[in-house]
């Protein structure tokens, strides 16, 4: 399968919003749960929110959950972050991720994940 590829970072305001997207694998595989990750300068990268579309299910950091939103549109191509009241700490590059076999299951763990986009950039001012 193809690397995803993401779009839509950028430079908001704390209190502004962004919107990420991601173009996984465009081949149907049987599964194809997806998550965001992201990773900020000296730290390590962390899963920000999961998504498996055929089980209909979605799972968040707790650092994020109620400000972000993750969605995949129906045709289970694009991925979507909706990130909302950005504050600094949200600051890092960030990562979509592909699983495209096996059991599909909502995960934060990196090794669950096969394919790796080359990440985008946000940046949040205060």
């Known amino acids: 399968p193809a690397k995803p590829v993401e779009s839509g970072g950028g430079s908001v305001q704390a209190g502004g919003s962004l919107r990420l997207s991601c173009v996984p694998s465009?081949?149907?595989?049987?599964?194809?749960?997806l998550a965001w990750f992201r990773q900020a300068p000296g730290r390590e990268r962390e899963g920000v929110a999961s998504?498996?579309?055929?089980?209909?299910?979605?799972f968040y950091a707790a650092s994020v959950k109620g400000r972000f939103t993750i969605s995949q549109d129906k045709s289970k191509k694009t991925l979507y972050l909706q990130m909302n009241r950005l504050q600094p700490d949200d600051t890092a590059m960030y990562y979509c991720?592909?699983?495209?076999?096996?059991?599909?299951?909502?995960?934060?763990?990196?090794?669950?994940?096969?394919?790796w986009g080359q990440g985008t950039q946000v940046t949040v001012s205060s």
């Open positions: 465009e081949y149907p595989y049987s599964t194809t749960c």
């Open positions: 998504i498996c579309a055929e089980i209909d299910a979605t």
């Open positions: 991720a592909a699983r495209y076999f096996g059991t599909p299951y909502t995960s934060l763990r990196r090794e669950v994940y096969s394919y």
